[in-house]
C-alpha cells in the first residue's frame, strides 16, 4: 500500500475508533489541507498559531504522529505542554513528534482540557511558520453543536425554539466547513462563526434539541440554503442583500419578512447616544477627517426598514457611509442594528433611535422564543423566517 494511502487509512481508523462507526458515513470531501475523512466530522480552531499551549487528558489518550503513524499513550491527568518543534514537528511534553499530531481518545467520551476548557473528540496540534503551533478540536458535527446551541441560545429557553436553533447552527456549519483551511481548521470557535465552548456549556435541554433535529438543514429549491441568525428583528427581517450587498435578488427564504414575534424582546426599542468628538474620531480614523460635525441623519431604506446609508455632514462637506458601516465604527452593542428610526441632535452629541439587536437576516431568536411560548414548533417557526425553504434529513450526519 503506498505510505498516501495508508496514511488515510489510519486517520479513518482513529476517527471511527472515538467516534464509532457513523464517523465514516458520508462522501469524503475533498479538502486535502484539513485531512477530511466525512462530512460529518468538523475541525474548529481553539488556538491558532500560539507559541505554546497545555492540554490536559482527562482520560487515557493516544497520540499519533501522522507523518509515520507512531502512537504513544499519553496518561489521564499529566499536563502537556504543546510547542513546535525545531525540525517542524510538535513537542508534546518531553517527546518530539515528525508532523502533525492527532491525540484520540482510547475510549468513546474521552474529554481533555485545552487552557482551561474542557472538550470532546479528537485534538489536530499542528506545527506552523515562525515556531507556532494549531490546536484544533476534531469532532462530529452533531457534538459539535452540543457545545454552540448553550452560546448562541439560551438552554431555558422553550425547546421548539431551541430545536429551530439547532437546525440553521447544523445548516450554517455545513454551509461553511472549510472556510479557515489556510489556517488549518474549519471553523473558529468564536462569534466569526459560531461561539463554541466544548464540554463544559453542554446542557441535556440543548442537547435533546439536537437530538431531536438530528440530521436536518434546511434548504432552497433542492440546494442548500445559506441560512443566518440573530437576536431581535425588531419587527421585520432583513434581505439578505440589504446587509451584505450584492445585485442579484436574494432566494425567497432570505428576503426578509414582516415579524410580530419579538415585540417583548428587551431589545425591540433602543437608544444610544454619542458625543461628536466621539463620532469624528471614529471617522477620522477611516481617513474622514475633519473638525466640526454638523449633521447625521437618515438616507435610503430598504423594504424592511434597515437603513441602508447614512448622511452626514462635516466641515461643509456632505458624504455618506453605509449604515452597517457606522454601525461598525462606534460599536454594534450600543447601536444595535440598522433599522435606525431617528438620529437626534442632543447637547454636544447625537442620540440614535432604533430596533432589532443584530444584522437582522434569517432567524429571529426572540421571535423564536416567543412562537415556541406561544405552542408554534420549531417547523412553524421555521417556515415563518425562512418562507418557502425545506427541512430536509441528511442521513450521512446522523
Same mark, same amino acid.
Given at each position: 500500500?503506498?505510505?498516501?494511502?495508508?496514511?488515510?487509512?489510519? +486517520?479513518?481508523?482513529?476517527?471511527?475508533?472515538?467516534?464509532?462507526?457513523?464517523?465514516?458515513?458520508?462522501?469524503?470531501?475533498?479538502?486535502?489541507?484539513?485531512?477530511?475523512?466525512?462530512?460529518?466530522? /468538523?475541525?474548529?480552531?481553539?488556538?491558532?498559531?500560539?507559541?505554546?499551549?497545555?492540554? !490536559?487528558?482527562?482520560?487515557?489518550?493516544v497520540?499519533? &504522529?501522522?507523518?509515520?503513524?507512531?502512537? #504513544?499513550?499519553?496518561?489521564?491527568?499529566?499536563?502537556?505542554?504543546?510547542?513546535?518543534?525545531?525540525?517542524?514537528?510538535?513537542?508534546?511534553?518531553?517527546?518530539?513528534?515528525?508532523?502533525?499530531?492527532?491525540?484520540?481518545?482510547?475510549?468513546?467520551?474521552?474529554? /481533555?482540557?485545552?487552557?482551561?476548557?474542557?472538550?470532546?473528540?479528537?485534538?489536530?496540534?499542528?506545527?506552523?511558520?515562525?515556531?507556532?503551533?494549531?490546536?484544533?478540536?476534531?469532532?462530529g458535527?452533531?457534538?459539535?453543536?452540543?457545545?454552540?446551541? $448553550?452560546?448562541?441560545?439560551?438552554?431555558?429557553?422553550?425547546?421548539?425554539?431551541?430545536?429551530?436553533?439547532?437546525?440553521?447552527?447544523?445548516?450554517?456549519?455545513?454551509?461553511?466547513?472549510?472556510?479557515? +483551511?489556510?489556517?488549518?481548521?474549519?471553523?473558529?470557535? *468564536? *462569534?466569526?462563526?459560531? /461561539? =463554541?465552548?466544548?464540554?463544559?456549556?453542554?446542557?441535556?435541554?440543548? !442537547?435533546?434539541?439536537?437530538r431531536?433535529?438530528?440530521?436536518?438543514?434546511?434548504?432552497?429549491?433542492?440546494?442548500?440554503?445559506?441560512?443566518?441568525?440573530?437576536?431581535?428583528?425588531?419587527?421585520?427581517?432583513?434581505?439578505?442583500?440589504?446587509?451584505?450587498?450584492?445585485?442579484?435578488?436574494?432566494?425567497?427564504?432570505?428576503?426578509? /419578512?414582516?415579524?410580530?414575534?419579538?415585540?417583548?424582546?428587551?431589545?425591540?426599542?433602543?437608544?444610544? =447616544?454619542?458625543?461628536?468628538?466621539?463620532?469624528?474620531?471614529?471617522?477620522?480614523?477611516?481617513?474622514?477627517?475633519?473638525?466640526?460635525?454638523?449633521?447625521?441623519?437618515?438616507?435610503?431604506?430598504?423594504?424592511?426598514?434597515?437603513?441602508?446609508?447614512?448622511?452626514?455632514?462635516?466641515?461643509g !462637506?456632505?458624504?455618506?457611509?453605509?449604515?452597517?458601516?457606522?454601525?461598525?465604527?462606534?460599536?454594534? +452593542? &450600543?447601536?444595535?442594528?440598522?433599522?435606525?428610526?431617528?438620529?437626534v441632535?442632543?447637547?454636544?452629541?447625537?442620540?440614535?433611535?432604533?430596533?432589532?439587536?443584530?444584522?437582522?437576516?434569517?432567524?429571529?431568536?426572540?421571535?423564536?422564543?416567543?412562537?415556541? *411560548?406561544? +405552542?408554534k414548533?420549531?417547523r412553524?417557526?421555521?417556515? #415563518? =423566517?425562512? $418562507?418557502?425553504?425545506?427541512?430536509?434529513v441528511?442521513?450521512?450526519?446522523?
Open positions: 500500500m503506498k505510505r498516501a494511502a495508508l496514511k488515510g487509512v489510519l +486517520a479513518l481508523l482513529l476517527l471511527l475508533h472515538c467516534f464509532g462507526a457513523d464517523a465514516s458515513s458520508g462522501p469524503a470531501a475533498p479538502s486535502a489541507a484539513l485531512e477530511r475523512v466525512s462530512r460529518s466530522i /468538523v475541525q474548529i480552531g481553539l488556538f491558532s498559531r500560539v507559541k505554546k499551549a497545555v492540554l !490536559r487528558p482527562e482520560a487515557p489518550f497520540a499519533t &504522529d501522522q507523518s509515520d503513524g507512531r502512537s #504513544h499513550p499519553l496518561p489521564q491527568g499529566r499536563a502537556f505542554e504543546v510547542r513546535a518543534s525545531r525540525g517542524g514537528g510538535v513537542r508534546l511534553g518531553d517527546m518530539s513528534l515528525g508532523g502533525i499530531v492527532r491525540l484520540t481518545p482510547k475510549n468513546p467520551g474521552g474529554s /481533555v482540557l485545552v487552557g482551561t476548557r474542557r472538550y470532546r473528540g479528537n485534538l489536530l496540534l499542528k506545527p506552523g511558520e515562525g515556531g507556532t503551533v494549531t490546536v484544533v478540536n476534531e469532532l458535527l452533531e457534538e459539535y453543536l452540543y457545545g454552540v446551541l $448553550p452560546r448562541e441560545m439560551s438552554p431555558d429557553w422553550p425547546l421548539e425554539a431551541l430545536k429551530a436553533q439547532a437546525v440553521v447552527a447544523r445548516t450554517w456549519a455545513l454551509n461553511n466547513l472549510g472556510k479557515y +483551511a489556510e489556517l488549518g481548521y474549519d471553523l473558529t470557535d *468564536d *462569534d466569526r462563526s459560531q /461561539v =463554541y465552548s466544548g464540554l463544559d456549556v453542554e446542557d441535556e435541554r440543548a !442537547r435533546r434539541a439536537v431531536e433535529t438530528a440530521g436536518q438543514t434546511l434548504s432552497w429549491k433542492g440546494a442548500p440554503l445559506n441560512v443566518f441568525f440573530h437576536s431581535c428583528c425588531g419587527g421585520h427581517t432583513a434581505p439578505a442583500t440589504a446587509v451584505w450587498g450584492g445585485e442579484e435578488k436574494p432566494p425567497k427564504p432570505l428576503r426578509g /419578512v414582516r415579524d410580530r414575534w419579538c415585540a417583548d424582546s428587551p431589545h425591540a426599542r433602543w437608544t444610544a =447616544y454619542f458625543t461628536d468628538d466621539t463620532i469624528l474620531e471614529a471617522l477620522q480614523g477611516r481617513g474622514m477627517m475633519g473638525a466640526r460635525l454638523e449633521r447625521i441623519a437618515p438616507g435610503e431604506r430598504d423594504g424592511s426598514g434597515h437603513l441602508k446609508e447614512i448622511r452626514l455632514r462635516v466641515d !462637506r456632505s458624504f455618506t457611509v453605509r449604515a452597517g458601516d457606522l454601525r461598525s465604527w462606534l460599536g454594534a +452593542a &450600543d447601536i444595535k442594528s440598522s433599522q435606525i428610526w431617528r438620529i441632535r442632543r447637547r454636544h452629541g447625537w442620540e440614535f433611535v432604533g430596533r432589532g439587536y443584530g444584522h437582522g437576516v434569517g432567524l429571529c431568536q426572540w421571535g423564536a422564543r416567543a412562537m415556541a *411560548d406561544d +405552542a414548533s420549531y412553524k417557526i421555521l417556515s #415563518h =423566517y425562512f $418562507p418557502g425553504a425545506d427541512i430536509v441528511r442521513d450521512e450526519l446522523r
